[in-house]
């Protein structure tokens, strides 16, 4: 594959677009209403190698926040995942020990702040799965797992993991800990590309998929009937309360963002501000009270990087400044940090010469003096 060919594949997949026909028109809020406010931001770097790029974010505290991706993203023998810390002051590389045949890591979880874990591809083609800390990460192999499974994104809590993806083009979800893993699948085609709490979501290949887990099992979730709809990452403040984001497929170039919201007995649709109707939205966190913040990549205004904050059904979009030399930044995925307000975003950002250079964007309201 050539690298023009290799740029063109990754930014289809960053766009995360699945090949469907037709898509239901987007709705809007008031386009009146303020779509600025102001809020604190700083942009940073893990410092990975030549052509990086991060792909999700776990914030623990101020002092313990975890980024992975991956590095040399065009070159097949030196390409492979990372996995970064940040001490409160500055970003480490944490060793992954006794292998170095990661790929592409996509999602983060935390049990605990010494159980972290990771998932991605691996270079063996198996799924790449990982268990550590600040000390150091050991890849664990569910014999669940064969070659050919995809994780795309995992959850942890106490005794229990879940990490979810596809298997022969069906949802694949991956529970368990230790050396007691099982393996369940959608009875729906399609992909799941993320978990939390219970509820995982992502496609069928024409319109969105979520499944629950729900009284020892896991269910498929009736949704809005949405042609061309795809969800990418999941909220989840309650059993009552829950926000899953993605977008509506048109075409390569004609995608409109979808915001779903859940309010313990339906899926519903939610209205989203004009400002941000050709928005890619690739991710979502939120405080746990009903705030919600989205980001992702606007076309419109490409070099700079922006979030979406939700809050009792009225949107607002906060925008980072655009350094020179940028031709655009996509922000992957976010995670709120508990007490403080901040919201970190992480992602890549292309130059003017086509390289990629991985992104840390933190937010939070001006009433917030911690920059952390």
């Not at 655009?322 to 940090?337: F, I, K, T």
């Amino acid at each position: 594959m050539t690298r023009r060919s290799q740029r063109r594949a990754l930014s289809l997949f960053l766009a995360t677009s699945v090949a469907l026909i037709q898509a239901a028109p987007a709705a809007h809020a008031d386009p009146r209403r303020p779509t600025t406010i102001e809020a604190w931001q700083q942009s940073t770097s893990v410092r990975l190698q030549a052509d990086g790029s991060l792909s999700d974010v776990l914030a623990v505290s101020a002092g313990d926040v975890w980024a992975v991706g991956q590095q040399e993203i065009w070159d097949v023998w030196k390409n492979r995942g990372t996995i970064r810390h940040w001490n409160g002051e500055g970003w480490s590389e944490v060793p992954v020990r006794d292998d170095a045949s990661s790929g592409n890591l996509r999602g983060l979880a935390a049990a605990s702040a010494s159980e972290v874990w990771a998932v991605g591809d691996g270079h063996d083609g198996l799924p790449y799965l990982a268990r550590g800390d600040v000390n150091g990460f050991d890849r664990v192999r569910p014999p669940a797992l064969r070659a050919g499974d995809w994780l795309g994104g995992v959850d942890a809590g106490s005794g229990r993991v879940v990490a979810v993806g596809s298997r022969e083009k069906q949802g694949l979800i991956l529970t368990g800990q230790g050396n007691s893993w099982t393996v369940h699948q959608t009875k729906e085609q399609g992909a799941l590309y993320a978990v939390a709490d219970g509820f995982a979501v992502g496609d069928t290949g024409t319109e969105p998929l979520i499944v629950h887990y729900s009284g020892g099992s896991w269910k498929t979730m009736p949704v809005p009937y949405i042609p061309g709809g795809y969800l990418r990452d999941i909220q989840v403040d309650s059993a009552k309360r829950a926000v899953a984001v993605g977008g509506v497929y048109q075409g390569p170039d004609d995608i409109s963002p979808l915001m779903l919201t859940w309010n313990g007995k339906h899926w519903r649709e939610q209205r989203l501000p004009v400002s941000v109707s050709d928005v890619r939205l690739y991710g979502v966190t939120g405080d746990g009270k009903g705030r919600y913040w989205m980001t992702g990549y606007d076309p419109s205004q490409p070099t700079e990087p922006f979030m979406t904050r939700c809050e009792k059904g009225h949107c607002e979009t906060i925008r980072g400044e655009a350094p020179e030399g940028r031709s655009s930044v996509r922000l992957q995925a976010l995670a709120y940090l508990p007490g403080k307000g901040t919201v970190w975003a992480v992602g890549h950002a292309v130059d003017t010469r086509d390289r990629y250079t991985d992104v840390v964007e933190s937010f939070a309201p001006k009433t917030v003096t911690s920059k952390s």
